[in-house]
């Protein structure tokens, strides 16, 4: 999740022709992001289109996550970014963070320049008898 809030930040969102398309090919969670996002006026959906069932069932035991999962849809995702998320959107981003199933306090945001990034928190990473340390989110202002 941080790193795909990072990722969309360096994307730019117009040039001299005017909006970029963007296009992926990606699963259900990633389009649900976009959704949120689009709600929001952060991004513009032009279209979406389902190409198959995968099971990612392998993935999540990779991340440590084992319990029994749905098979996602694999899109493809067409999409303009018309702004960066700012610190305001920063609700949303937790929101989609509980949809996720993401910790409370696994990601930090800061804030540099009206743009909003993340990154995990190294407290969290330490895993002791399979508890994990929790710390509350914040944000700061760099």
């Known amino acids: ?7 969309f930040q360096n994307l730019r969102t117009v040039d001299k022709k005017g909006p970029i398309d963007y296009y992926t090919l990606s699963h259900s969670l990633t389009l649900y992001y976009l959704k949120i996002l689009a709600r929001n006026g952060i991004v513009s959906l032009n ?18 996550n084992t319990r029994p999962k749905k098979e ?5 995702i067409s999409f303009n970014k018309l702004r960066d998320i700012d610190e305001l959107d ?3 981003i937790k929101r989609i963070e509980r949809a996720f199933n993401i910790p409370e306090g696994m990601i930090v ?6 743009k909003l990034r993340a990154h ?10 399979g508890k994990r340390v ?9």
């Open 1 to 7: 999740m941080a790193s795909a809030i990072n990722l």
């Open 47 to 64: 279209e979406y289109v389902r190409i198959s069932d995968e099971d990612f069932t392998s993935e999540y035991r990779i991340i440590g």
């Open 72 to 76: 996602k849809k694999s899109y493809d």
């Open 120 to 129: 995990l928190n190294s407290h969290m990473m330490k895993i002791g008898q």
């Open 134 to 142: 929790l710390q509350m989110n914040k944000i700061t202002k760099g």
């Open 109 to 114: 945001y800061t804030c540099k320049g009206g």
């Open 90 to 92: 920063l609700e949303q």
